[in-house]
Structure formats: structure tokens, C-alpha cells
């Protein structure tokens, strides 16, 4: 998008360069799409999910996909390694964890109000 300069509404051309995205190094780019969202037969899936898997091991950005599928919380295919099922799992257990800490802070914080001298009557 073109900025704003300060000679009013016009607005100057683009000249900065933007960073390359970093899915233009992913080894999936030049891949069949279909391998990595599978459907068919079981069978059929379980062997294109393990085809996808073995294409993101050899990618020099599968950890940035990750993120960026459990980010979005994409709900189907392969991204970074991971099938749905496996981002379900990790996002549940980090809901859990984050529950489990709220908890225990707010435990933490009823033990200490309990023990905090009452305030004195005016």
C-alpha cells in the first residue's frame, strides 16, 4: 500500500522493499496441494499425511508454519509437520496449562488477601 506523504491527499510511490514472506522458502511451494489436505480412504490419508510429513522435515521454515497454523488454529491439512489432530492436542493442553496457571495465581492471590490485615475502621 502506497504512504502517505505529507503534500496532502496524493500519496508517493512505494519505494521501500518489503521482506520476502517466508513461505516462498517452504518445501511444500512446488508440492501437489492435495498431499497435504488428504482425503479418501483411511488408508489413502494415512499415507498422503506421512507424504506431507516427510516434505516438511526436509523445510527450512516448518517451525514458522507451525505457528502459524496453530496461530489461525487451522482446522484441516498439514502445516509444519503437524495434522490437525496433533495442532488440536498441542492447543488444548496449552488452554489447559493457561487454566491451570490462572488458578493457581488466583489461589495464590485469595491466600494472600486472607492473610493481609483488615483495614481499620474509620
Known amino acids: ?16 522493499a518489503r521482506p520476502t ?13 492435495t498431499v497435504f489436505f488428504p482425503e479418501g480412504s483411511e ?3 494415512i499415507a498422503m499425511t506421512a507424504m506431507a510429513k516427510e ?7 516448518s517451525g514458522r508454519c507451525q505457528i502459524e497454523a496453530l496461530e489461525r488454529r487451522e482446522p ?24 491451570a496457571r490462572f488458578k493457581e495465581e488466583a489461589a495464590a492471590k485469595e491466600a494472600a488477601d486472607a492473610q493481609a490485615p483488615a483495614p ?3
Open 55 to 61: 516434505i516438511c522435515r526436509t523445510c527450512p521454515v
Open 120 to 122: 481499620a475502621a474509620a
Open 76 to 99: 484441516f491439512g498439514v502445516w509444519g509437520g503437524l495434522d490437525e489432530h496433533e495442532r488440536a492436542e498441542i492447543l488444548r493442553r496449552a488452554a489447559e496449562h493457561a487454566a
Open 21 to 33: 514472506h517466508w513461505d516462498r522458502r517452504a518445501a511444500c511451494r512446488h508440492e501437489d496441494p
Open 43 to 45: 488408508a489413502d490419508v
Open 1 to 16: 500500500m502506497p504512504r502517505p506523504t505529507h503534500y496532502g491527499p496524493h500519496r508517493a510511490p512505494d519505494t521501500v
